[in-house]
């Protein structure tokens, strides 16, 4: 006589996918209602702010004016420059 053990099979866990199948279906509802049913509801750049853009991207530089303000001038370094370390060692096979 054999013998026959089987494992007992587990269910399909219908609590999470009814949890994940509202909670995907309510995404896309709310994505549907803020982009294509009522996109007012996002907020729009008013066009005060954009003539106010306009205005800033017509001023004209020109740094050879800067250099020669004195305000420029007046400016010192207080600190040193910046040296960078060379990466890596000299011999990588060089135990530490």
Not at 4 to 20: A, Y
Not at 28 to 45: D, N, Q
Not at 68 to 85: C, H, M, N
């Amino acid at each position: 006589m054999a013998i026959t053990i089987e494992e007992e099979k587990k269910g399909v866990n219908w609590v999470g996918v009814i949890v994940g199948i509202i909670v995907a279906v309510s995404l896309f509802v709310a994505a549907y209602y803020l982009f294509f049913k009522r996109p007012e509801l996002i907020e729009v750049t008013s066009l005060g702010r954009l003539e106010e853009l306009q205005n800033v991207s017509q001023i004209t530089f020109d740094p050879a004016t800067l250099l020669e303000s004195p305000e420029f001038k007046v400016l010192r370094q207080f600190g040193r420059d910046i040296t960078l370390p060379t990466p890596g060692r000299d011999n990588p096979f060089r135990p530490y």
